[in-house]
């Protein structure tokens, strides 16, 4: 089993509609859950962090942790084209450990 | 800004040849890193480095080596490039701290060996 599990997609959705996005992992040292965000052609970029269950929000966006089974997620409110990208789940065990990565989920928001 | 800029967007090189990836970091970061970005297998990570001249194996280190002589600046060596390296490769670096101290990532260097 690998250690994280994402939906590759591709996942595709009208403007305006709530997107969920979401991770499995199979570790339980791991304490600390991002979500990257990946346009074409370009870099990885964070986007959100947490490190506790429970929920984060940050504007349209909200991530989601449930340690118990294992499970994350990203929810994005009201999606616009603008949000169309790869969205990375990332994880660690704490600042001396490398972070692992899922595969990513390709996003289009369709005007 | 933090500006992580890898030195060529894309490169298409021959078996065999010795290829350089260079790297440079604008931000003081300690913590430097080189991932593969493959369509299926998500980031795999290379090398990393967490000062100047030290390196320590990522996941899939074999038929690779880095330098890194200036803390601003990673190299990352293929001796001997081969098809199955063909591949996009992101650098990026990191300032050690909290565990969410995010990665900054370069663009990539979309490498191409025929």
Request: hydrophobic letters at 30%; one cysteine or more.
């Amino acid at each position: 089993q690998k250690e994280v599990e994402q939906d590759p997609g591709p996942l595709s959705v009208p403007e305006g509609a709530i997107v969920s996005l979401n991770c499995t992992y199979s570790n339980s040292a791991f304490q600390y859950f991002m979500w990257y965000r990946q346009y074409s052609r370009k870099g990885p970029e964070l986007l959100m962090y947490t490190y506790s269950s429970g929920n984060k929000e940050d504007g349209r966006f909200t991530a989601q942790v449930d340690k118990s089974s294992k499970y994350i997620s990203l929810f994005i409110r009201d999606s616009q084209p603008s949000d169309s990208a790869t969205y990375l789940c990332a994880m660690n065990r704490g600042s001396n450990y490398k972070l692992t990565f899922g595969k990513g989920t390709l996003l289009t928001v369709n005007p | 800004d933090v500006k992580v800029t890898q030195s060529s967007r894309y490169l298409v090189k021959r078996t065999g040849e010795k290829v350089f990836l260079e790297c440079v970091q604008d931000m003081d970061h300690e913590n430097m890193f080189w991932y593969r970005q493959d369509p299926g297998l998500g980031l795999r990570l290379i090398y990393f480095s967490y000062d100047v001249k030290m390196k320590e194996k990522g996941d899939i280190p074999e038929g690779y080596s880095v330098s890194r002589e200036k803390k601003e600046r990673f190299s990352l060596i293929l001796e001997s490039a081969s098809t199955n390296q063909t591949s996009m490769y992101l650098c990026a670096s990191r300032s050690p701290g909290p565990a969410v101290s995010p990665l900054h990532f370069g663009n990539g260097t979309r490498l191409t060996v025929t």
